[in-house]
């Protein structure tokens, strides 16, 4: 029987390497570490990766395994759920991997000017009501400009469609540079050979994402380059919803389409 939540939770308070800052616990307080990442935890000057939305933890874990000249920072809220990749790493002894418990909203509080080099966005709620609620808006990109260095990456791997859709027409409004794009992930070029660095990162696969391949849904990905110095603004288009419910998500609004 796996622990609740109150166990989960009193494990991770005495982990070293996880970060506990939720709205209310931040709101007046600045935090401590901002701009001290590399120095005062990682005790180096390796390139930091942001895993926001990391659930279990599973790419954060993953990409620490695969890159040990790298440092990877997993961000969620949900810390029940955070609790299965920090365990994980503590019990391997994995010395490149943290995270935040924190409210994504209030990321750039976290993080200063060019501290962070990649983002990876691993199946996010495409939060297709509202624009700003989703991870790859402009509202959001906003924030990482002030911590990620000048076209540094971002990574989104999704199985929505819709999400995949409002972001690439979010790159291509704002002339963002694409490196790669695919709506069938595990049938593009990047995975035609198996011993490559890039199918080793895009084969780890979380808990989430082997229920919606075993429903026979695609794997999108995209991989863009986040400019300082553009404006940025929204796309006035339209998307057609996505049809069904992931798991663990709210139910999907009735309406058809939505910008």
Same mark, same amino acid.
């Given at each position: 029987?796996?622990?609740?939540?109150?166990?989960?939770?009193?494990?991770?308070?005495?982990?070293?390497?996880?970060?506990?800052?939720?709205?209310?616990?931040?709101?007046?307080?600045?935090?401590?570490?901002?701009?001290?990442?590399?120095?005062?935890?990682?005790?180096?000057?390796?390139?930091?990766?942001?895993?926001?939305?990391?659930?279990?933890?599973?790419?954060?874990?993953?990409?620490?395994?695969?890159?040990?000249?790298?440092?990877?920072?997993?961000?969620?809220?949900?810390?029940?759920?955070?609790?299965?990749?920090?365990?994980?790493?503590?019990?391997?002894?994995?010395?490149?991997?943290?995270?935040?418990?924190?409210?994504?909203?209030?990321?750039?509080?976290?993080?200063?000017? /060019?501290?962070?080099? @990649?983002?990876?966005?691993?199946? $996010?709620?495409?939060?297709? %009501?509202?624009?700003?609620?989703? !991870?790859?808006?402009?509202?959001?990109?906003?924030?990482?400009?002030?911590?990620?260095?000048?076209?540094?990456?971002?990574?989104?791997?999704?199985?929505?469609?819709?999400?995949?859709?409002?972001?690439?027409?979010?790159?291509?409004?704002?002339?963002?540079?694409?490196?790669?794009?695919?709506?069938?992930?595990?049938?593009?070029?990047?995975?035609?050979?198996?011993?490559?660095?890039?199918?080793?990162?895009?084969?780890?696969?979380?808990?989430?994402?082997?229920?919606?391949?075993?429903?026979?849904?695609?794997?999108?990905?995209?991989?863009?380059?986040?400019?300082?110095?553009?404006?940025?603004?929204?796309? /006035?288009?339209?998307? @057609?919803?996505?049809?069904?419910? $992931?798991?663990?998500?709210? %139910?999907?609004?009735?309406?058809? !389409?939505?910008?």
């Amino acid at each position: 029987m796996s622990k609740n939540k109150l166990a989960k939770f009193a494990d991770m308070a005495g982990y070293s390497h996880v970060f506990e800052y939720p709205y209310h616990a931040l709101e007046n307080v600045p935090f401590p570490m901002k701009g001290k990442w590399g120095k005062e935890f990682f005790h180096n000057d390796n390139p930091i990766v942001l895993e926001l939305g990391c659930g279990r933890g599973e790419y954060t874990v993953g990409l620490a395994k695969l890159f040990p000249e790298k440092n990877f920072i997993g961000v969620d809220i949900k810390g029940a759920r955070m609790w299965m990749g920090a365990t994980q790493s503590l019990n391997e002894g994995l010395k490149n991997v943290a995270f935040l418990r924190t409210n994504i909203e209030l990321i750039d509080r976290f993080f200063s000017q /060019d501290e962070v080099s @990649e983002i990876w966005l691993t199946f $996010s709620d495409p939060q297709m %009501k509202k624009a700003t609620k989703r !991870l790859t808006s402009t509202y959001f990109m906003e924030r990482y400009r002030k911590f990620l260095v000048n076209n540094g990456l971002v990574h989104l791997k999704t199985d929505s469609n819709f999400l995949f859709t409002y972001t690439r027409y979010m790159v291509q409004h704002n002339e963002l540079p694409m490196q790669f794009c695919t709506d069938d992930l595990y049938h593009s070029s990047l995975t035609e050979n198996p011993e490559s660095q890039e199918a080793r990162i895009l084969s780890i696969q979380t808990y989430y994402e082997q229920q919606w391949m075993a429903r026979g849904l695609n794997i999108r990905y995209m991989r863009f380059e986040l400019s300082q110095e553009v404006h940025l603004s929204e796309p /006035d288009v339209e998307i @057609e919803m996505d049809e069904y419910r $992931s798991y663990g998500r709210s %139910k999907r609004s009735s309406l058809e !389409l939505s910008k």
